[in-house]
């Protein structure tokens, strides 16, 4: 069985929803649940980053990316990724522009002191606020880049979708989105409904 490292509020929402997709029985251990959790986690992960995913063979995968490509492939009747060659190639470039552009910036925005020599307040914010500003920006080119890479509600919801969907949750990237991009914030919108995906994004972010 697989077994998915996280926490409430997490990337791990992303693999979580991913697996759910491919229909497969997984484990979801909450890292924030006891230290016996935690400490389990920088076991086999020494970043102690989420998601991480114990395969059933005992591997270990990080990187979201990675994780949703090994799932993607691993069950293609998911349709995680495009059958189709030319697609597929967009959605895996769409998935490193997330983790790359986007992903990245939260852990920023997160904990600026990691990216600073000396650490004071004004540092600290002025860090924060370049960072957020560049994070919706780069959202912004991903909705004029890859929307025609998105779910349109006729199919199943693939990796770059859910991808897309949990990380524009952080950082006031939802409402950017809504005053320059609504046609794009609808769409995440439409994902957040989807009947599969709606169970695990309501356990993550509950009303």
């Known amino acids: 069985m697989y077994q998915l ?19 497969i029985p997984y484990r979801f251990i909450d890292v924030e649940s006891s230290a016996e959790a935690a400490r389990a986690l920088e076991k086999l992960n020494p970043l102690k980053q ?73 540092s600290r914010q002025n860090l924060i606020a370049g960072t957020r500003a560049r994070l919706h920006w780069s959202w912004e080119v991903f909705a004029d880049q890859f929307s025609g890479e998105l779910y349109l509600g006729e199919e199943t919801p693939g990796a770059l979708d859910v991808l897309a969907a949990v990380i524009t949750q952080w950082s006031g990237s939802r409402e950017h989105l809504r005053r320059t991009r609504p046609g794009f914030y609808a769409w995440l919108e439409r994902i957040d409904r989807h009947p599969t995906l709606a169970p695990v994004f309501a356990r993550h972010w509950p009303a």
Not at 5 to 23: F, P
Not at 110 to 121: F, G, I, N, Q, S
């Open 5 to 23: 490292y996280g926490h409430q509020n997490s990337g791990a929402a992303a693999v979580e929803a991913a697996l759910e997709l491919c229909e």
């Open 50 to 122: 989420i998601p991480t995913l114990q395969l059933p063979d005992g591997s270990i995968l990080t990187e979201s990316a990675a994780i949703l490509i090994h799932l993607a492939l691993t069950f293609p009747s998911s349709k995680l990724l495009p059958d189709n060659p030319a697609d597929r190639d967009q959605a895996i470039r769409g998935l490193a522009f997330i983790v790359s552009n986007c992903y990245s910036a939260i852990g920023i925005i997160d904990y600026p002191e990691r990216w600073l020599a000396t650490t004071d307040e004004a």
